[in-house]
């Protein structure tokens, strides 16, 4: 197998991992992270299989040849398969770190879209609009409107804000499920 060969195929390997983040539908912050932890093992496990399967058939190939070249055949095969170790190996790691640093940009983005659920509960709760004897239906709403959540984030606490408003006797549950939804990133 040649070098090229082996480069082509741990390029193909990025960009398909590549093409494939990047065309993902919008998932919630918890499925981004579970979704970047999961790439990230699969990124590191098909690269470290790659690279020893690349391995295994540069020495397999290197092998062969050494049976039926002269030494000095021998020699340079020893040298071709030492520098398709080492490109393979350089590719790896690059894989792993790509991965590694995916991971760290979705669990970053999903601590700050908690955050921003955390300050806006907070908001409401320093204003008294969270009071159930009190309830600012009109002040959540625009607040809501207006945040940077999310969508789906921002969907669900719209229903629940609206369950409030169409539901009056269920406020005591349902500002519990706000709280829930707002801080459970």
């Known amino acids: 197998m040649s070098r090229t060969l082996i ?61 039926e070249a002269a030494s000095s055949l021998t020699d340079q095969a020893t040298e071709a398969a030492s520098s398709v170790a080492d490109q393979a ?41 969270l009071d159930p004897t009190n309830f600012d239906y009109d002040g959540i709403m625009t607040s809501l409107q207006d945040s940077t959540l999310a969508t789906d984030l921002k969907d669900q606490a719209i229903k629940i804000v609206n369950d409030i408003k169409d539901s009056p006797e269920t406020i005591v549950q349902k500002i519990q499920e ?5 801080t459970q990133q």
Do not use: C, F, M
């Open 7 to 67: 480069l082509a195929i741990v390029i193909a390997a990025i960009g398909a991992g590549g093409y494939y983040y990047l065309n993902q539908p919008e998932p919630t912050p918890a499925e981004r992270l579970e979704t970047a932890a999961e790439e990230a093992a699969e990124a590191v496990t098909d690269a470290a299989s790659s690279v020893q399967d690349a391995a295994s058939d540069a020495v397999d190939a290197a092998t062969e040849q050494a049976a």
């Open 89 to 129: 190996s350089e590719a790896a790691s690059s894989v792993a770190d790509q991965a590694s640093d995916a991971a760290q940009e979705a669990s970053d983005q999903v601590a700050a879209l908690a955050g921003q659920g955390q300050e806006l509960l907070n908001s409401w709760i320093q204003e008294g609009k």
């Open 178 to 182: 706000l709280t829930n939804l707002l």
